[in-house]
């Protein structure tokens, strides 16, 4: 027998925040493609909106006339490999038309944006990235805890922030070592969201632009997390993982109620926590077709 035909739950969420007049962030979700792509825009006015919504139209727009987008079943190396090879492209399209904009549309100049996009390929995961938005992966582990054997999803964060801040973790990481690193106090970077300067890489930036893109295994059970920095700017990798594991362990609610609630949980965290600025979350977990029922978190010893 082949492998099972394979059902996406995808669901967003998108907030102007607390401090912010606008929302410059921009997400598009195709569940039947597998599918998912956020961007966080910069630039004064209203130009990061506009950069947001050019990468995520035109990226979703030039996948979809490949043909080649599919979740429900694996594909074979050279399909892959078409697929990495296709949003390459199009994400080097998508920078190309935003640097003309930005060079052609005074009240749009120095726009640019951040990337991160998922698509699921049966098995396969793959995920790009330019700039600070991020993608996780929750996988279940078990947890003796007494005599009970405990499920819950552990975080995992699948990209590395093109960013200043991170370099310099980086550096600091390869100076002292890791243990020491993890002893030091985290660099805290104070300058303005609205200049960016922090960013390394992001579309509109230069006129090539590299995307971070990686092959993940991903396994019935395993969740993604997409978001802009409106959410790790708020909530720590250890709060995003609880309130996830709270929506995950919900025995009342379906696969698809679960993912639903679990996004609108981290946005309201991170507005609970300041909203400095937009938030977008992005939740996404594979079950085979015709199968919603949620799993059972925890297992008597």
């Known amino acids: ?35 998912a792509v956020l961007a966080d825009g910069l630039g004064g006015g209203r130009a990061g909106e506009v950069a947001s919504a050019m990468a995520v139209s035109m990226i979703t727009q030039a996948l979809a006339k490949t043909g080649l987008v599919s979740a429900s079943q694996a594909p074979h190396e050279a399909a892959l490999l078409q697929r990495e ?32 996009v998922a698509q699921w390929c049966g098995e396969h ?21 007494g005599d009970r054997v405990h499920r819950r999803l552990e975080l ?37 969201r609205l200049d960016r300067p922090r960013l390394t890489r992001a579309l509109g930036m230069e006129s090539e632009v590299v995307l971070e ?11 993604v997390l997409l978001c802009s920095d409106g959410l790790t700017d708020m909530l720590g990798d250890d709060t995003i993982e609880s309130i996830v594991n709270r929506a995950w362990a919900r025995d009342d609610a379906s696969v698809s109620a679960a993912v639903t609630h679990a996004a609108q949980a981290l946005m309201e965290a991170s507005l609970a926590a300041g909203g400095r600025d937009n938030v977008t979350v992005v939740v996404g977990t594979q079950t ?3 199968v919603n029922n949620h799993p059972t978190p925890q297992v008597g010893g």
């Open 1 to 35: 027998m082949g492998d099972p035909l394979l059902e996406l739950h995808l669901h967003a969420c998108t907030d102007t925040g607390l401090v912010r007049s606008e929302n410059e962030d921009a997400h598009a979700l195709s569940p039947e493609s597998g599918l």
């Open 288 to 290: 085979p077709i015709g």
């Open 85 to 116: 090879q296709a949003l390459r492209a199009a994400v080097t399209k998508a920078n190309t038309a935003i640097c003309r904009h930005s060079r052609e549309h005074a009240d749009c100049a120095g726009m640019g944006t951040t990337l991160v």
């Open 125 to 145: 995961l793959l995920v790009g990235h330019v700039g600070d938005s991020r993608a996780y992966l929750l996988q279940p582990r078990s947890v003796t805890v």
């Open 156 to 192: 995992r964060l699948l990209t590395r922030d093109h960013s200043t801040a991170q370099r310099a973790a980086d550096e600091q990481l390869a100076l002292v070592g890791a243990e020491a690193a993890a002893r030091q106090p985290p660099i805290v970077n104070h300058q303005s």
């Open 213 to 223: 893109l990686h092959r993940h295994r991903v396994q019935e059970g395993d969740w």
